[in-house]
């Protein structure tokens, strides 16, 4: 299987997915830990894929999105965007609805 058939398979399998460096309980750069902040405080499930294990992950990622930069959300097979749409998304409720509107099932965090 192909770094890019590996990629869509995820995509496509999964309801929310993050290309992240690290894992969604060590994450292992600033973005990343924001937008894994943000998927914890909507209570989303989602996979986390860690690009720092794979050279071949980490840049077949962004030949995939053909966006240059990690860490990289996709819901329902598309792709939503980095850090900073991510959480300009969540401040504005966008994330939110985008979620309810996809039909991705949102777990109310315990209070």
Same mark, same amino acid.
């Given at each position: 299987m192909s770094i890019e058939q590996f990629i869509d398979n995820e995509v496509k399998?999964?309801?929310?997915?993050?290309?992240?460096? *690290?894992?969604? &309980?060590?994450?292992?750069?600033?973005?990343s830990g924001q937008v894994v902040q943000?998927?914890?405080?909507i209570g989303v499930p989602y996979k986390?894929?860690?690009?720092?294990?794979?050279?071949?992950?980490?840049? *077949?990622?962004? &030949?995939?999105?053909?966006w240059p930069t990690i860490p990289q959300l996709y819901v329902k097979g598309e792709f939503i965007g980095g850090c900073d749409i991510v959480r300009e998304m969540f401040q504005a409720g966008e994330l939110?609805?985008?979620?309810?509107?996809?039909?991705?099932?949102?777990?109310?965090?315990a209070s």
């Open positions: 399998a999964n309801d929310v997915v993050l290309f992240m460096k *690290g894992s969604p &309980q060590f994450p292992q750069c600033g973005f943000i998927l914890d405080h986390g894929l860690n690009v720092l294990e794979s050279g071949e992950l980490r840049d *077949g990622i962004k &030949q995939y999105s053909n939110q609805k985008l979620f309810a509107d996809a039909g991705v099932s949102v777990q109310q965090p």
